[in-house]
Each structure stands twice: as C-alpha cells, then as structure tokens.
C-alpha cells in the first residue's frame, strides 16, 4: 500500500530558527512530489514540484530537495507569517491523464517572533 | 490566485440528505481531482475527471458521483449523508499529467 508519511507533526521555532520537514514515502511508480502549505480552513497552496531524485528548488525561505526515499522541506530564519501547515503529497498513476495524489498528515509549522 | 473557485464556502445538512459542490477549473485545465479533507488530516483522493469521464477512484462507496462539464466546470455530489462526512471538500485542477495540481479554497460541509 502506498504511504507517506511527515515528520514531525508539528514543530514550533523561534523566528530565524531554521529547520527541515521530512516527508518519507513507500510507493510504487512515483511520478512526481508536491510540497504545499495550507492556512486553517484554506485550500492547499502550491509551493513546489521535484520529479526526480537529486532535484533541489527554491523559493524565498524555503528549500524542497528529493531523494529516492524522501523529501526535505528546508526552512531558513523562518518568520512568523511561514506559520501553516505544509503538505507532501505524491504523484502516482498511469498514463492516459489519470493523476492519483496520496497526500501525508502535514507538518503543523509555529513560528514565534 | 489559483484560478480555481468552489461554491458555496459552507454548507449544512442533515443526516441522509443529498448535497451538491461545485468547482470551476482554471481554463485550459482538462483534469479536475475532489479531496475530502478531515480536520487535522491530510487531503483524501475521492475521484478524478479527465475530460468529462471518471478515469479514478479513492476508497470512497459509489454514494460519492461527480460530473465534470465541458465549460471547465465540475460537480461532487453525496447522497444519503453521514455525519462522518463532515469535512472541507476540496477540487483542483491541473493542465495535463504530471501537472501541478491547484486547488481551490474548498467547501466546508456539516452533517448534523
């Protein structure tokens, strides 16, 4: 069974703090890793697409790298306003337009001035 | 702005009623994916169009239908209601196979 799993759930830092979420997956056929943030009650936010280990992308604070196994989410002096909760999720499936997306729980970000 | 609405933002039903959402997909966006998502839990994959026809399933009981129309607009419905269905639904569009999904900003549903 395809799995995804982040850690940690939650994490608290200080502002400038920085830090890395994990995203660890059990799947076959993966296609592509998806990093998204998501505010209480909102739908998810794109952040970043990594289709291949070794890939690494950035944007602002953040930094989403890919290896056979897992994803890191590097977060650099982090600011309160990157408090959310970030969302792996893997891109599974078939030719033929089909796209199945398994997501993990997230990782509940708190960051404190 | 994704581009991506969803209609109404909050709903409540009671249990055993039938209720319909609605997505409109970015132009040009010929896959529209639903989520159902549980408070503090991860988006669960419920179905996916691709030019107007199903073409994937979640494990979800077939009381969960969609629709999808040529106009980039879509529909989940759900019959017989449970309270279990309690949740922020969600839609995202993407433009071809590996492409990103964008996801609107959900309808949140009460089952009483």
């Known amino acids: 069974e395809d799995q995804v799993t982040q850690s940690p759930e939650a994490l608290r830092l200080q502002e400038g703090e920085s830090s890395s979420l994990n995203c660890s997956y059990t799947?076959?056929?993966?296609?592509?890793l998806f990093w998204y943030r998501q505010d209480p009650g909102k739908g998810p936010e794109f952040l970043f697409t990594?289709?291949?280990a070794g890939e690494e992308k950035e944007k602002e604070r953040l930094k989403a790298t890919l290896t056979k196994k897992e994803s890191f989410l590097h977060i650099t002096a982090p600011k309160p306003e990157d408090s959310a909760t970030y969302l792996c999720?893997?891109?599974?499936?078939?030719?033929?337009?089909?796209?199945?997306?398994?997501f993990g729980i997230g990782t509940k970000l708190q960051v404190i001035p | 702005e994704t581009g991506v609405t969803q209609s109404p933002t909050h709903l409540i039903k009671t249990r055993g009623q039938q209720v319909t959402l609605r997505c409109s997909s970015q132009s040009g966006h010929n896959t529209v994916s639903w989520y159902q998502q549980a408070l503090g839990q991860g988006p669960q994959f419920i179905f996916q169009y691709y030019r107007e026809e199903e073409n994937g399933r979640g494990n979800f009981p077939p009381r969960f239908s969609g629709l999808q129309f040529p106009n980039y607009s879509s529909e989940l419905n759900v019959n017989a209601l449970e309270l279990d269905d309690s949740a922020l639904y969600l839609c995202?569009?993407?433009?071809?196979?590996?492409?990103?999904?964008?996801f609107g900003p959900g309808t949140r549903l009460l089952v009483l």
């Open positions: 990594l289709y291949s």
């Open positions: 999720a893997v891109l599974l499936g078939n030719s033929g337009g089909y796209q199945k997306v398994t």
């Open positions: 995202a569009s993407a433009g071809g196979e590996r492409e990103t999904q964008y």
């Open positions: 799947v076959s056929g993966l296609r592509g």
